[in-house]
């Protein structure tokens, strides 16, 4: 669909049963709120830069961080995601955001699509079709509203320059697993008092370059950990991982690790 019109009717239901990507500043506010939050982790083998031009990579290159699992190169990504099931805890009764003036850039950015390899689909959105017959937000496949396309730039320059910065973060709390690009994703949950004190910490120090990172893939798809171990990567699942809160989910079986 080229042309897109938009306006928010104000229902709400975009604020429920959400994983918020948030930055790192919004992150420490979430936290200092009350809210609770999650690590993301996924890992993709990265040997050697591909073969130029290859626009998608250099996406993923930017928005992630170079690290070694076992003797394979890799990048690691890694998403702060503000966690709520039900109504986002900042949700008023009357449907409106209680922050709405501070609220996080992807509620702002809300309904356009921060990854430009995604195609805003209406469809996939929670908004009720009333919302899509009214301003115009998108035409020809491109962005109209000048606003949303400065806060998509200021995103994605965010969590570029916060992408060293995240594995800082992982290491002061001993994350070091992470699933496959495009197989899953490993969910990790720190207790929120140290996750603060440790967004504390980086954001106090930002220019304190990162140390040498090893990372473990998880996965519960045998031919995946064999693929990996054939590689040289480090590849499985301990306890002690699962004992500091780290759940995985594959996109293609159900069943945990």
Not at 7 to 27: Q, S, Y
Not at 40 to 66: M, V
Not at 96 to 122: Q, T
Not at 131 to 139: E, F, G, M, N, S
């Amino acid at each position: 669909m080229d042309d897109i019109d938009f306006e928010c009717t104000a229902c709400g239901k975009c604020c429920h049963d959400l994983r918020l990507p948030l930055t790192l500043a919004e992150a420490s506010d979430w936290l200092a709120r009350g809210g609770q939050m999650e690590l993301i982790c996924e890992a993709i083998p990265w040997p050697a830069d591909p073969e130029p031009p290859n626009a998608q990579a250099d996406y993923r290159k930017a928005r992630s961080t170079p690290a070694m699992s076992g003797s394979l190169p890799v990048r690691v990504s890694i998403i702060f995601a503000a966690a709520f099931a039900g109504a986002c805890p900042n949700l008023r009764a009357d449907m409106l955001c209680g922050i709405y003036e501070k609220r996080p850039l992807v509620c702002r950015i809300y309904p356009a699509e921060i990854n430009p390899f995604v195609s805003l689909e209406p469809a996939s959105k929670a908004c009720p079709s009333v919302a899509w017959q009214r301003k115009p937000l998108q035409r020809h496949g491109v962005l109209v509203d000048d606003m949303t396309r400065e806060l998509i730039e200021l995103s994605r320059r965010t969590t570029e320059l916060e992408a060293p910065l995240r594995m800082r973060l992982c290491q002061e709390l001993a994350i070091t697993h992470a699933a496959l690009a495009n197989e899953g994703f490993v969910i990790h949950a720190p207790q929120s008092s140290d996750l603060l004190a440790a967004l504390a910490r980086i954001r106090a120090m930002p220019d304190v370059p990162h140390a040498p990172a090893q990372w473990t893939f998880v996965s519960n798809r045998g031919v995946t950990t064999e693929a990996l171990l054939s590689v040289g990567a480090a590849a499985g699942f301990d306890e002690s991982a699962s004992a500091r809160g780290l759940r995985y989910h594959g996109f293609y079986e159900a069943s945990p690790v």
